[in-house]
């Protein structure tokens, strides 16, 4: 079983900075990709920005800038550093991973978060 827990959501005032964490836990062989979604209230779930294992960044275009996406393998964690944050970045934000589990055989599964809300507002 692997899980991957966030932390670091809250409220901040526009134009604010948030860290968000999300550590990947449990039976672990290898991790692939992980990233950074997003839903908003009546809106469906959007990329934020993905890393690949190699360290290869994407972003969607109304984050590029402000927001960086990174790695520490060693611990199983993905981050996402917000700068510079807007009223319409207020969501839900969920990680997720690409995880190969137990062993080099083992299955591979995309997992996600259970979120971590962050509200942006003065």
């Known amino acids: 079983q692997v899980q991957l827990v966030e932390s670091g959501g809250g409220l901040v005032q526009p134009g604010g900075s948030l860290r968000l964490s999300c550590a990947a836990s449990g039976s672990i062989f290898s991790i692939y990709a992980m990233g950074w979604y997003r839903q908003a209230p009546g809106k469906e779930r959007e990329l934020v920005a993905t890393?690949?294992?190699?360290?290869?960044?994407n972003y969607a275009d109304s984050v590029k800038g402000r927001f960086t996406i990174s790695r520490d393998n060693a611990k199983n964690t993905v981050y996402l550093q917000m700068n510079s944050l807007k009223p319409e970045d207020t969501a839900v934000y969920y990680c997720?991973?690409?995880?190969?589990?137990?062993?080099?055989?083992?299955?591979?599964?995309?997992?996600w978060g259970q979120g971590t809300q962050v509200t942006v507002s003065s």
């Open positions: 890393i690949a294992n190699t360290g290869s960044t």
């Open positions: 997720n991973a690409d995880i190969r589990m137990g062993s080099a055989s083992g299955p591979r599964s995309n997992i």
